[in-house]
């Protein structure tokens, strides 16, 4: 059978605007008209932009509320990555391959899958126009399409990337992550430089991980007196909770990794092997340093399709939703979860979690006709991989303030929470958070408060 593609007129369209040879008649052009609408145009009660972590949880949860086709889910890619193991594979402890799902596996059967991009969002006539050329209206919408990497907003940063061998690698992205493991492995003396960007991004606790987890490799091949690790971070601190800063300032200083704050990157010369920054304490003052590894975390930012509708978004371009229900402050038909979303929250996988059910609850009172009254406290959790047996799990809420799960002191580098970390984690997030069960652990932590003690 021959197929037409969206936009294109049938056979008998051109006959019968051939039997009139000059503009069609009224009756011609409605019948293109509807034509196309009915081609393009879909309807929908939820839609959900975005098949990331907290779109595929909360594409789970409404579908399986609301029942068959009542969510539409609009995602382009084939893959659902687990990105947090990424840090991971950078350190040869996983491959590539165990990281990420078949999208159509990954998606609950009850919610529609359009395969295609956004390209427009109207919040005004509730519609989304696609890649594909539908126009998509919607009850209500779910935005979840995360933060885009931004590798070509530093010079010569791509072409660094993608030059075999340069020695300049980034565990952000599936294109890249690979290189990570073979540059540790090429390394065997200089700098081993590591950064973080000026600007918000997933996973804060990465940049750091991947240089403890490089120390740990050093040593363990016996290298590390002849490399020396360098970690360039735009914030002013090494981490924003003082609980677990304190703690990682004392592991820097235990295995001799040099801190430098406000120092952020601004170009690759990858042909000399330097690296240049600019100390944000002192505006046009940059550095160059020498290298032998280089680590980059990339800028980033909400997608282009999100920040370019300024109806729906901040000065900075993220969903401009209440921090505590996730509902937009102007459309009260629009929410927001994990990365795009505005709130002040750290931005990972953790965090996402304990915002599905909140936005859940909320959109269901909604489409009630309530008002929405679940709260959101800003939860987030970095498990900060120290090396190859030992973790620091990182959990804290919105005033920076700890909110530990288990019953000691998780500043404490423990084997418990890197297995947990390692092993645990990628099971809980495929079989319950993909399939919209895990909520993050406030209820295990309400179990197991009655057996915390006082921490030393």
């Given at each position: 059978?021959?197929?037409?593609?969206?936009?294109?007129?049938?056979?008998c369209q051109r006959l019968l605007l051939a039997t009139h040879n000059h503009a069609p008649t009224a009756f011609s052009a409605r019948f293109l008209s509807t034509s196309r609408v009915n081609r393009e145009r879909q309807e929908c009660q939820v839609l959900v932009v975005g098949g990331g972590t907290g779109g595929c949880a909360m594409a789970a949860k409404l579908s399986s509320r609301l029942g068959s086709d009542k969510v539409v889910v609009l995602e382009p890619e084939d893959k659902h990555y687990y990105q947090p193991m990424f840090t991971l594979i950078g350190g040869g402890m996983k491959r590539l391959d165990q990281s990420h799902r078949q999208m159509a596996d990954v998606l609950p059967k009850k919610a529609k899958w359009v395969k295609e991009k956004a390209l427009e969002f109207d919040p005004d006539n509730?519609?989304?126009?696609?890649s594909g050329g539908k126009t998509i209206k919607y009850d209500f919408l779910i935005i979840a399409t995360g933060l885009q990497l931004n590798y070509e907003k530093i010079p010569g940063l791509v072409e660094a990337l993608e030059t075999p061998g340069s020695n300049v690698c980034s565990i952000y992205s599936p294109k890249y992550v690979d290189q990570v493991y073979e540059c540790l492995r090429r390394t065997t003396k200089g700098n081993a430089v590591f950064t973080f960007p000026n600007c918000p991004i997933k996973c804060a606790g990465a940049p750091q991980?991947?240089?403890?987890?490089?120390?740990h490799y050093f040593r363990k091949m016996g290298r590390r007196d002849n490399v020396n690790i360098i970690y360039n971070t735009s914030l002013p601190v090494i981490f924003g909770v003082k609980h677990y800063a304190e703690a990682l300032m004392k592991l820097i200083k235990r295995r001799n990794?040099?801190?430098?704050?406000?120092?952020?990157?601004?170009e690759v010369r990858h042909g000399d092997n330097i690296a240049v920054f600019e100390d944000l304490a002192n505006p046009g003052v940059h550095y160059e340093e020498t290298y032998s590894m280089l680590h980059v975390t990339p800028p980033m930012s909400a997608?282009?399709?999100v920040a370019n509708c300024k109806k729906l978004v901040t000065p900075t371009g993220f969903v401009d939703v209440d921090q505590m229900t996730l509902q937009h402050n102007k459309y009260s038909n629009v929410f927001s979860i994990g990365d795009s979303a505005s709130s002040p929250n750290s931005k990972t996988a953790a965090a996402a979690a304990a915002q599905s059910p909140v936005v859940f609850r909320n959109v269901m009172a909604a489409i009630e006709g309530k008002a929405p009254t679940d709260i959101y406290d800003g939860y987030s959790s970095c498990p900060i991989v120290t090396g190859y047996s030992?973790?620091?799990?990182?959990?804290?809420d919105y005033n920076l303030t700890p909110v530990e799960t288990f019953p000691l002191d998780q500043s404490k580098e423990r084997y418990s929470m890197f297995f947990m970390k390692k092993e645990l984690m990628p099971l809980l997030y495929w079989?319950?958070?993909?399939n919209g069960y895990w909520n993050g652990p406030?209820?295990?932590?309400?179990?197991?408060?009655v057996l915390k003690f006082n921490k030393k």
């Open positions: 059978m021959n197929r037409r593609l969206p936009g294109t007129i049938s056979q509730n519609t989304v126009s696609t991980k991947i240089a403890y987890i490089s120390d990794i040099t801190l430098n704050v406000q120092r952020n990157l601004v997608p282009d399709v030992s973790c620091i799990l990182a959990e804290f079989k319950l958070m993909m406030a209820l295990m932590r309400k179990i197991f408060s």
